[in-house]
């Protein structure tokens, strides 16, 4: 299958400060990306649809000026946590479709201090 | 939009039984399927998937079957081994194009030795 790398894997920040994010399809090239968050023992949650050379399109309720996405090649598109806060801590992972299927990354654990 | 119904939420067997995760969905229009894996802190893993033209599908221990009309489809797991521990979770296509992922609230099964 279809390799998807996620990277940092684990980021702990201070409050206010911002955090990026990358994800990247490694064999092959993918236009479209999306991005989830997940919390403990919850399932996953669509936070936006990333394009690539294109405005990500985000789900209600997320907001776009805290989450910034950034889709500027074909194998990396990048989700910035903004002036980070605690409630924004949370298991947050990408994934990349390839053919029909979705590949998912490893996932970042973020935690805000 | 799509809903997606999971059950049972936790599942626990002896090595060697089967194990089985149905799925509901509420879009007529979904076309595709999947059922993923996922590990403690890792991102969900593509372990089978089905589309609206195939009614059941199998590979080794694992077998999905989709019942269109019913709009339920669900995941079966033979033989189970401890290493199949994990958390599992269904998905189905937002509409009849592959746009979106909706998921299930998973599935938390523990195999026993």
């Known amino acids: 299958g279809a390799v998807v790398s996620q990277h940092p894997s684990r980021v702990i920040c201070k409050s206010g400060t911002s955090v990026k994010i990358e994800c990247r399809s490694l064999?092959?090239?993918?236009?479209?990306m999306f991005w989830y968050r997940q919390f403990p023992k919850q399932s996953l949650m669509l936070m936006a649809t990333?394009?690539?050379?294109?405005?990500?399109?985000?789900e209600q309720g997320v907001e776009k000026d805290k989450f910034l996405i950034n889709h500027a090649s074909l194998t990396l598109s990048t989700l910035t946590v903004t002036s980070a806060h605690p409630e924004d801590s949370s298991f947050y992972i990408c994934?990349?479709?390839?053919?029909?299927?979705?590949?998912f990354g490893q996932g970042t654990r973020l935690t805000v201090v | 939009g799509e809903n997606v119904e999971q059950h049972p939420s936790t599942l626990s067997v002896q090595e060697g039984d089967s194990a089985v995760i149905k799925c509901t969905y509420s879009?007529?229009?979904?076309?595709?399927f999947p059922w993923y894996k996922q590990e403690l802190g890792k991102g969900p893993q593509l372990i089978i998937d089905?589309?609206?033209?195939?009614g059941e599908k199998k590979d080794q221990r694992i077998a999905v079957t989709l019942n269109k009309t019913a709009k339920h489809f669900s995941l079966h797991i033979t033989e189970t081994q401890p290493e199949d521990s994990a958390v599992y979770f269904c998905?189905?296509?937002?509409?009849?194009?592959?746009?979106?992922?909706?998921f299930g609230t998973g599935t938390r099964l523990l195999v026993s030795p």
């Open positions: 994934s990349a479709r390839f053919a029909t299927e979705a590949f």
């Open positions: 064999d092959f090239q993918a236009t479209t």
């Open positions: 990333s394009n690539e050379g294109s405005k990500a399109t985000y």
């Open positions: 879009d007529s229009a979904s076309n595709y």
């Open positions: 089905i589309r609206s033209n195939v």
């Open positions: 998905a189905a296509t937002l509409g009849g194009s592959f746009q979106k992922l909706v």
